[in-house]
């Protein structure tokens, strides 16, 4: 009887407490997506108030995605960053991870925002479902806030690019690369 009682009360205990590990896991995850959804709106309205096609291109996308990154080199670069992608007509969000890696010249870092709109619901998808890879880039960016904008969408999207100060100058072929938080799903 006490070995019964004692295995009831252990796996009791355990149930309690893979439910409040469960609970946490999921707060957090709530906590950084609520985080990641707050600083891609600050990015809107920054670009927003300082380019007004941005706004208009932004009325006529299917949807958009904006990421925080920051990215480091002397001679081979790289970096990482987190955001959302957002369907406009139906709300949903898919919260994912870039990766960039490169070699060229290049030294310094830099955070900065890139904000990414689609013309069409399947643009989006193919961006949110991991089938988009980027191209080569070559930029300067050299301690000034600054923003790199376009007017129109190339191949179904259209890019800025907001920086925060921080010294970047560089000339290579950059990957990036997009992903699912499976955790955030």
């Known amino acids: 009887m006490f070995m019964q009682r004692s295995f009831l ?13 469960a609970q946490d896991r999921n707060s957090r995850a709530e906590v950084r997506r609520d985080e990641i959804d707050t600083n891609a709106q600050a990015t809107l309205d920054e670009l927003f108030n300082s380019d007004a ?16 990154a920051t990215k480091a080199g002397f001679i081979v670069s790289g970096g ?12 949903q969000k898919t919260y994912m991870r870039m990766g960039l890696g490169g070699i060229g010249f290049g030294i310094g870092a830099q955070r900065y925002t890139i904000v990414i709109l689609f013309e069409s619901d399947s643009h989006l998808n193919k961006f949110a ?57």
């Open 9 to 21: 009360f252990a796996a009791t205990l355990l149930l309690g407490l893979g439910s409040a590990v």
């Open 53 to 68: 096609d941005a706004r208009a291109l932004y009325d006529k996308s299917a949807g958009y995605a904006v990421f925080t």
């Open 80 to 91: 990482s960053g987190t955001g959302v992608a957002v369907n406009k007509s139906t709300g």
């Open 129 to 185: 479902t991991g089938g988009w890879d980027s191209s080569a880039t070559a930029e300067a960016a050299a301690g000034k806030e600054g923003i790199a904008v376009r007017s129109s969408f190339i191949d179904g999207m259209a890019f800025y690019q907001l920086t925060d100060k921080g010294l970047m100058a560089h000339a290579d072929v950059t990957g990036t690369r997009f992903w699912v938080i499976d955790e955030l799903r």
